[in-house]
């Protein structure tokens, strides 16, 4: 992960939408899709500067799913 890439917040490590679809290996579309179905818990922050998805979450999805996408 790029230097800089998490910020961690109330002791949550989160990343933007384009780091969160880099790890996962997949679209930021997707990446919204997930955050919707409710796989991948993720905070707004502010109107223009969009989602943050946790790093735990994904985390979590990764292991769930064992690597492979729904």
Not at 10 to 33: F, P, Q
Not at 38 to 60: C, N
């Amino acid at each position: 992960m790029p230097k800089n890439s998490s910020v961690r917040l109330h002791g949550m490590r989160r990343v933007n939408v384009a780091v969160a679809a880099t790890l996962l290996g997949c679209s930021t579309s997707y990446v919204y899709k997930l955050v919707a179905r409710g796989d991948l818990d993720a905070i707004r922050i502010g109107s223009r500067k969009g989602l943050q998805v946790t790093e735990a979450s994904i985390m979590r999805y990764l292991e769930r799913v064992g690597g492979r996408r729904d």
